[in-house]
């Protein structure tokens, strides 16, 4: 249950890849890019 299962979320983390433990979501990588400065958000 370390950095080598791909089955937890810390393997997950260290391989960069997605899943059942860590979902990768649409609103995340919306709120990550506009926190990092790559998008602006809409003024309403």
Do not use: C, E, Q, Y
Not at 25 to 43: Q, T, W, Y
Request: hydrophobic letters at 25%.
């Amino acid at each position: 249950m370390g950095k080598g299962d791909m089955k937890s979320r810390k393997g997950k983390l260290t391989r960069g890849s997605f899943g059942v433990r860590r979902p990768k979501k649409d609103a995340n990588k919306i709120s990550r890019k506009v926190k990092l400065g790559i998008i602006r958000r809409r003024a309403t």
